[in-house]
Each structure stands twice: as structure tokens, then as C-alpha cells.
């Protein structure tokens, strides 16, 4: 399958004006809300034993200040709706059930593997590929030997370098070290690529969850729909061609 990288729309963000505006309101609400305080405790020191506060207009008066500050927080949950929008939730949305190509050094082991596409810009003398996982130990050292320029699909059987299987899970990050026929070294670009199966957001950040691992949304580079079941004899002829582009591992 052939797929055509695109470069992803930049969402937009609400104008800083607006945040402004209800962080100017906030403040002077603090500072009215201080004042009218202190003008309340004075009065009641001071007031006429003989014509005391009017208790009904002091509730209305605590009640105005309420609405306010009411009004300031519904102000926030509508700049936290809009910003959901925004980081790409609606968007990312979309994208479940369909396959998509991301830019993501990071992959899970999912089925027993772990996935990636590497991209070299020019034709490498030499490639070398490790894995890491989270607390940065290697667990797989490879050679690739020379790459043509463009993309090159890499399978890790999940296996560590003494032979362990790894359950699913991850991340594990792919680092490919890859120089030219002079030694000059090539920057290359790690890929993953999946049916999105789920959307979450966390700390300001829109999600996408392909073949158990995570990328922000914006490192799409492509999307198509999901290819169709096939027939088991026709998974084993792609799996025959698959394995004869993709690097060995150990």
C-alpha cells in the first residue's frame, strides 16, 4: 500500500485577548470584592446603633458578588470546551477506525512485535538500529546494513538480548544510527503506522492510540481508510512480501 505523506493542519488557539479579558475580570472582581470587605466592616463598626444595617440590602449585595464571580467560572468551562476543540479532540475523533501514518520514535509491543516504518532521505552505507525502553536499557542491537533512500519497514520480535519474550505493552523507542558512503550521518525519521483504535487527552495534549501505543494527533502525516479483511490465503502472501522487505531481527 502505498501511502503520501501530508503535512498536518496546525490547530488554532483562541485569541490571547479573550483570556485575557477574564483573567483582567477575575482581578477586579478580587479587588471589588476585597473592597466592598473592608467597606462592610467599617460600616458595621460605625453604624447607628439606633438605625442598623438594613440586613436585606447586605444580602443583596453579597448576592450581586456571587453572580459575578458565577459567571467568571462559567466563563472558564467555555475556554476549557473551546480548547478541547482546539488541541484536535474533534478532529482525533474522526480519525478512529481509519489508518494513519505518525511520526513517533515510540511503539508498543502489541501481538508479540513492535512496529515502525524508518525513512532516509538519501541511500545509507550503513544503518544500525537499537531499542530502549523507558528507563533507557537496550534491549535489541541490529544492523541493517545499507538503505536506499525512503522508507523501510522494521519489525522487533520483542524478544530482549537474552532471548526473552516481552509481554504487550511499552513504549519502546526505536534510535536509528545511519551514515553515508563518506561515514557523514543521515538523519532519519521513525514512523508508525495503525488503525486508530481510541482518542484520549491528557494534560492539554490530544492522543491517538495505534496498535497500543500513543502519538499526538498532529504527528499525523496520513490518513486512509482501514484496509478490508482478507482471506488467510492472501494474509499469507502479504506476510511473505512483508517479511522480505523487512530487516531480520534477532
Known amino acids: 500500500?502505498?501511502?503520501?505523506?501530508?503535512?498536518p493542519t496546525t490547530p488554532t488557539t483562541p485569541a490571547a485577548s479573550t483570556t485575557d479579558k477574564t483573567a483582567l475580570g477575575?482581578?477586579?472582581l478580587a479587588q471589588n470584592f476585597d473592597t466592598f470587605l473592608a467597606l462592610l466592616t467599617t460600616q458595621l463598626k460605625n453604624q447607628d446603633p439606633?438605625?442598623?444595617l438594613d440586613s436585606n440590602q447586605f444580602t443583596q449585595q453579597l448576592v450581586q458578588m456571587t453572580g459575578v464571580e458565577q459567571q467568571l467560572n462559567t466563563n472558564d468551562l467555555l475556554k476549557q470546551l473551546v480548547s478541547n476543540t482546539s488541541t484536535g479532540v474533534s478532529t482525533a475523533v474522526s480519525m478512529i477506525?481509519?489508518?494513519v501514518k505518525a511520526v513517533s520514535d515510540d511503539a508498543n509491543i502489541n501481538g508479540g512485535k513492535a512496529q515502525?516504518?524508518?525513512?532516509?532521505?538519501?541511500e545509507a552505507a550503513d544503518a544500525k538500529v537499537q531499542i530502549v525502553d523507558a528507563s533507557g536499557a537496550v534491549l535489541h542491537?541490529?544492523?541493517?546494513g545499507d538503505l536506499k533512500a525512503g522508507d523501510h519497514a522494521f519489525t522487533w520480535n520483542g524478544k530482549d538480548q537474552t532471548g526473552k519474550q516481552l509481554a504487550d505493552g511499552g513504549p519502546y523507542t526505536l534510535k536509528v544510527s545511519a551514515t553515508d558512503s563518506t561515514g557523514a550521518a543521515i538523519a532519519s525519521t521513525?514512523?508508525?503506522q495503525g488503525v486508530v483504535s481510541g482518542v484520549e487527552q491528557s494534560n492539554g495534549s490530544t492522543y491517538l492510540t495505534i496498535n497500543g501505543g500513543r502519538v499526538t494527533w498532529d504527528k499525523v502525516t496520513s490518513i486512509q481508510d482501514a484496509p478490508a479483511p482478507t482471506s488467510t490465503a492472501n494474509n499469507s502472501t502479504s506476510n511473505a512480501t512483508t517479511n522480505?522487505?523487512?530487516?531480520a531481527s534477532s
Do not use: C, D, H, Q
Open 1 to 7: 500500500m502505498t501511502v503520501t505523506a501530508t503535512t
Open 26 to 28: 477575575r482581578t477586579s
Open 50 to 52: 439606633l438605625s442598623p
Open 97 to 99: 477506525g481509519k489508518s
Open 116 to 122: 515502525w516504518t524508518i525513512n532516509v532521505p538519501a
Open 141 to 144: 542491537v541490529e544492523s541493517l
Open 190 to 192: 521513525n514512523y508508525v
Open 244 to 247: 522480505t522487505n523487512t530487516p
